[in-house]
């Protein structure tokens, strides 16, 4: 503002005196000519003298009103101005640091490569800030420049007071990581080799994200090929040499069905919740026959509750479909457990095989129901045990029953007796030792006899495990018994 006021009130004269100089409180005194400012005194801010041979010397001046209103302000000297940019290089403190040396600003340390002067590393200049494409509150777009990498330094308005780092540079000691043997590729790499490549040949086009921590972990998308460029297949691959999970809080839906160009919603599944009716119509067929044959009825609700879960993920559950089939296979063992239902469905053939046992468990109960081609349990080697260890066994047959033995011996033995009988006629066994052959018509005995006092042979019958439901135990901890019975 000051500046502004000396600039708006300039005074100015002429004389030969020789002692004025800049600075000193002029006072003119005078006739009517002398005007009031310089009555009342004025400071010299200019001079310029000059003097000739062919004329007297003679002194122009500047000046300002001696006021406390006017206070001298020189003009401002011009900076100098820095045009272009300056070559330097990012430091550190650290000898062969591996990381960005920034401050908490972000602001690196650099050598300007004209500086001569000997300087402790890392404090070759203030710390200087970084022109980025991308900048905000707490965002934005930085890669830590590693010392040694060649910057351009800038200047804000020239100001040589004021640099920053206006580009970054490689050079033959740090080459560009795309020259002419990968022109085609954009790439992103960091010092660890974390990288980011976009692949643009045309007809070839891939994506990869790696890193190297884990061995290896990447994903690869498009046109996937090894380190040598040479084809190694197509689509996606998402690998590591560590550990890997699939997470997903509101479901999972994988299937092999095609959506051409991504073209569909995400969770397009109409052939998965087409197949997914399908089997629950073909479970819930099942509850009539198994009804009509007094069978043990499928749990229709819980699959029910599974499909409308699994319908567009209403439910955090996981979907598998394929339209062409879905394998499983491991030299190991496999693990199949469902808090609630199992359901196995097929159309077609259903084929369980092992090389060793298998072994079929239930709590409650085993139902096997043939609606056509009948049921058939073979032994190929070694025996063939039906037993019920805490109840009846029953053999039901519409038409005829055979009880055979190729090459060996049928024996039939109870404890409380055996009861054979037709028409009215039976033959039993009393646990006495008793027979009696009784019958409404005919008895005929045909065959040489030979009759005997009394004899008799023991047959030991096989003591059957019994188990303690869990019924009985919980009545058992209730009344805070030690033991249980186990006819209980």
């Known amino acids: 503002h000051e500046r502004y006021l000396n600039d708006q009130t300039r005074l100015s004269g002429k004389s030969s005196c020789a002692t004025l100089a800049p600075g000193q409180e002029l006072k003119v005194s005078g006739g009517e000519e002398v005007t009031g400012t310089f009555r009342e005194g004025v400071m010299i801010t200019h001079l310029h003298s000059r003097a000739r041979r062919d004329r007297s010397f003679e002194v122009a001046f500047h000046a300002i009103p001696y006021l406390e209103d006017y206070g001298f302000r020189p003009a401002t000297i011009a900076r100098p101005v820095m045009a272009g940019t300056l070559p330097a290089r990012v430091t550190s403190t650290k000898s062969s640091d591996i990381y960005g040396h920034?401050?908490?600003?972000?602001?690196?340390?650099?050598?300007?490569?004209?500086?001569?002067?000997?300087?402790?590393?890392?404090?070759?200049?203030?710390?200087?800030?970084?022109?980025?494409?991308?900048?905000?509150d707490t965002y934005g777009l930085h890669l830590p420049l590693l010392a040694g990498t060649e910057v351009a330094i800038a200047f804000e308005q020239g100001d040589p007071d004021r640099p920053y780092i206006a580009g970054v540079l490689h050079d033959s000691a740090h080459p560009d990581p795309v020259t002419i043997r990968n022109y085609k590729r954009n790439v992103l790499r960091t010092p660890a080799n974390n990288k980011i490549r976009l692949d643009d040949a045309?007809?070839?086009?891939?994506?990869?994200?790696?890193?190297?921590?884990?061995?290896?972990?990447?994903?690869?998308?498009?046109?996937?090929?090894?380190?040598?460029?040479?084809?190694?297949?197509e689509g996606f691959e998402l690998r590591t040499d560590s550990y890997g999970a699939i997470r997903a809080g509101k479901g999972i839906f994988i299937t092999a069905d095609a959506q051409m160009k991504a073209q569909g919603q995400q969770l397009?599944?109409?052939?998965?919740?087409?197949?997914?009716?399908?089997?629950?119509?073909?479970?819930?067929?099942?509850?009539?026959v198994t009804q009509t044959h007094r069978n043990f009825s499928p749990d229709m609700d819980t699959l029910k509750q599974f499909v409308e879960k699994a319908d567009q993920m209403k439910k955090p559950v996981l979907l598998m479909e394929a339209p062409e089939g879905i394998g499983s296979v491991t030299p190991e063992s496999i693990l199949l457990h469902s808090g609630n239902g199992l359901y196995m469905q097929s159309i077609g053939e259903v084929s369980i095989a092992s090389e060793q046992r298998l072994s079929v468990?239930?709590?409650?109960?085993?139902?096997?129901?043939?609606?056509?081609?009948?049921?058939?349990?073979?032994?190929?080697?070694?025996?063939?045990?039906?037993?019920?260890?805490?109840?009846?066994?029953s053999l039901t047959s519409l038409q005829d029953v055979t009880v055979q033995s190729t090459q060996g011996h049928l024996q039939l033995t109870a404890k409380n007796g055996i009861t054979i009988g037709c028409g009215g006629a039976y033959i039993r066994l009393t646990p006495q030792g008793e027979i009696e052959i009784h019958g409404p018509g005919l008895l005929s005995l045909k065959g040489q006899h030979n009759l005997?006092?009394?004899?008799?042979?023991?047959?030991?019958?096989?003591?059957?495990?019994?188990?303690?439901?869990?019924?009985?135990?919980?009545?058992?901890?209730?009344?805070?018994?030690?033991?249980?019975?186990?006819?209980?």
């Open 102 to 136: 920034i401050d908490r600003d972000g602001r690196y340390r650099v050598s300007l490569l004209f500086d001569r002067d000997h300087w402790p590393p890392g404090e070759e200049s203030l710390w200087v800030r970084q022109a980025r494409p991308y900048a905000g």
């Open 202 to 233: 045309r007809g070839k086009e891939h994506i990869k994200v790696s890193t190297e921590y884990g061995g290896k972990s990447q994903l690869n998308l498009g046109h996937l090929v090894d380190g040598g460029k040479q084809p190694r297949g």
């Open 268 to 288: 397009a599944m109409e052939p998965a919740t087409s197949l997914l009716r399908r089997a629950q119509n073909l479970i819930a067929g099942w509850e009539s």
């Open 361 to 393: 468990n239930a709590s409650q109960a085993i139902s096997l129901l043939s609606r056509q081609e009948g049921v058939r349990l073979v032994s190929a080697k070694g025996p063939l045990n039906i037993e019920s260890h805490s109840d009846i066994l």
């Open 452 to 488: 005997q006092g009394p004899a008799s042979e023991d047959f030991q019958l096989p003591d059957l495990p019994s188990s303690v439901c869990k019924e009985c135990l919980k009545r058992a901890q209730e009344l805070a018994q030690g033991f249980v019975p186990r006819d209980a």
